[in-house]
């Protein structure tokens, strides 16, 4: 069983009528939504930051690092805290703190203040994200029927709504310091308003009694975080070498090459929200596994037929394979046993987006002293080895 906290928040929660559970999944939705808004909105205006400060590329590489820095630190301090004040307060202090960070990106005077407030940003989102994650564990453990998948869905789609509108405001002439204050507002205000249908939260007090071995629970959070960090060096890398191996190597226009992107995204979008049907149906070891196998079908497949719309192909299976790993992971890691929801998904989460960071440079690093078709094998070598371990690590947690 979970530990004390935990249990008496999900033994409440069941108490609580329907109503109660929709509105609060509902509102974990919409915070999903702007999170993902919020997050592609910021990469929408990438540019704008460095034009503004002529950054080269190790700069600019600096500056994109002190948001992950930030979010990877508040991952690492974050959890005790959420076990304790539960997602209500998380949202209050957390939220327009994330706004008013994400709000004045744009306005720094100095190049070292911009790190500084990156690193706010980051800080911020990381604890936004693990509250958002933890209450979706409780509604999905309340509610007994998988829902994490199509939650991380809404990310998904609030960040393709987030990156589009962003893009035709910025067309259109539409200050970027302005369309970061909008659309910060907008993420505050759905964050304020969230806080009245979260579901009830009972302080964690003292340290979690553990059930089975001693430091069972360490162990496991630490198989989980292991395989959330290969899953995610290979969804990193994707998002830094589509494009790249779409134009270098398969000599593809650079209006399609842009595509390669795109199909990988669509392809998550789309299997996150049938996830969790599927995950019903077969329960979560098998479905990792068969998932796995699929991503790593796709990237061989692009790698095998280099020749645009087989790639393009791979690039969406490989998008569907990977869509639902941090989704089953994370829910593994909130039900952990003798440990907070919420501390549980602070270690994995912190340590699988170590894998964000990793990927795209060990995927460079091979293709510097190789190719770049050997460099992405990586991509397909992390799918397998997640399709192998992964079922098996679930299975020890009895997820």
């Known amino acids: 069983m979970r530990d004390s906290a935990a249990t008496s928040f999900s033994s409440t929660a069941r108490r609580l009528p329907r109503s109660a559970l929709w509105r609060a999944r509902i509102a974990t939705m919409a915070v999903f939504f702007v999170s993902g808004m919020l997050y592609a909105s910021w990469g929408v205006n990438i540019p704008t930051v460095r034009d503004k400060f002529a950054l080269d590329a190790a700069q600019l590489s600096v500056a994109l690092f002190a948001v992950a820095g930030g979010s990877i630190a508040a991952m690492l301090r974050v959890g005790p805290w959420l076990a304790k004040v539960g997602t209500h307060r998380a949202y209050m202090i957390a939220g327009p703190a994330m706004g008013v960070s994400a709000s004045l990106l744009l306005t720094m005077p100095s190049y070292i203040a911009l790190l500084a407030m990156l690193a706010l940003f980051g800080v911020t989102m990381a604890t ?30 609030g960040g393709m709504g987030g990156a589009a509108a962003g893009a035709a405001l910025l067309g259109l002439g539409i200050a970027p310091q302005l369309h970061m204050a909008v659309v910060s507002l907008i993420a505050v205000a759905v964050l304020l308003a969230a806080r009245g249908s979260v579901l009830p939260h009972v302080a964690e007090k003292g340290h979690p009694p553990r059930t089975g071995k001693p430091h069972s629970g360490s162990r496991d959070l630490a198989l989980l975080g292991s395989v959330a960090l ?19 190597t398969v000599l593809a ?13 669509a392809g998550m979008a789309v299997a996150r929200f049938a996830g969790d049907w599927v995950r019903a149906r077969l329960g979560a070891p098998p479905f990792v596994c068969m998932s796995a196998l699929l991503a790593c079908a796709g990237m061989v497949i692009a790698l095998l037929l280099p020749f645009p719309y087989i790639v393009l192909t791979g690039f969406t299976l490989m998008g569907l394979g ?16 003798g440990v907070h929801a919420a501390q549980g998904l602070a270690r994995v989460a912190g340590t699988a ?47």
């Open 128 to 157: 936004v994200d693990v509250a958002m994650n933890a209450e979706a564990s409780a509604i999905e453990n309340a509610a007994a029927t998988p829902i994490m998948s199509s939650l991380h869905g809404m990310w998904s789609v």
């Open 230 to 248: 290969i899953a995610l060096i290979a969804e990193g890398a994707m998002y830094d070498w589509a494009t790249v191996y779409m134009r270098d």
């Open 253 to 265: 226009s650079p209006a399609f090459a842009n595509i390669a992107y795109a199909s990988f995204s």
């Open 322 to 337: 990977m869509a639902n790993m941090m989704p089953v992971l994370f829910a593994a890691a909130a039900n952990v046993k």
């Open 353 to 399: 987006y170590v894998g964000l960071l990793v990927g795209p440079v060990l995927i460079g690093g091979v293709a510097q002293t190789t190719t770049l078709p050997i460099g992405l094998s990586v991509v397909a070598l992390c799918a397998a080895l997640v399709a192998v371990v992964g079922p098996r690590i679930l299975k020890r947690v009895g997820l």
